[in-house]
Nanobody, 123 residues
Framework: QVQLVESGGGLVQPGGSLRLSCVAS????????MAWYRQAPGKERELVAT???????NYADSMKGRFTISGDNAKNTVTLQMNGLKPEDTAMYYC?????????????????WGRGTQVTVSS
């Protein structure tokens, strides 16, 4: 089994910053990519940013220039630095990872999700 655990959410004023972290643990053979998604109340879940094991990154247009995703392959972690936060950034932020895991006999590649961390941007 694999677990993704997010941390770092909270309440911040408009224009402020937050740093989200996600740690993957369990019977991990390798991680192909990690990503952050978010879902605001009444809206669909949307992609925020992705990073591959090779370090290639991709951002949603509305986050470019404000958010930075980074990863540490050795620690199986991904971090999202969010600057210039706006009220419309308020959402539950979810960590996602494309992982090859093992149960000691078989290996399987699966997409895993964390439980999310709440980010609220309000004055």
């Amino acid at each position: 089994q694999v677990q993704l655990v997010e941390s770092g959410g909270g309440l911040v004023q408009p224009g402020g910053s937050l740093r989200l972290s996600c740690v993957a643990s369990g019977s991990i053979v390798s991680i192909y990519s990690m990503a952050w998604y978010r879902q605001a109340p009444g809206k669909e879940r949307e992609l925020v940013a992705t990073i591959t094991s090779g370090g290639s990154t991709n951002y949603a247009d509305s986050m470019k220039g404000r958010f930075t995703i980074s990863g540490d392959n050795a620690k199986n972690t991904v971090t999202l630095q969010m600057n210039g936060l706006k009220p419309e950034d308020t959402a539950m932020y979810y960590c996602n990872a494309d992982i090859l895991a093992t149960d000691r006999i078989y290996r399987s590649r699966t997409n895993w999700w964390g439980r999310g961390t709440q980010v609220t941007v309000s004055s």
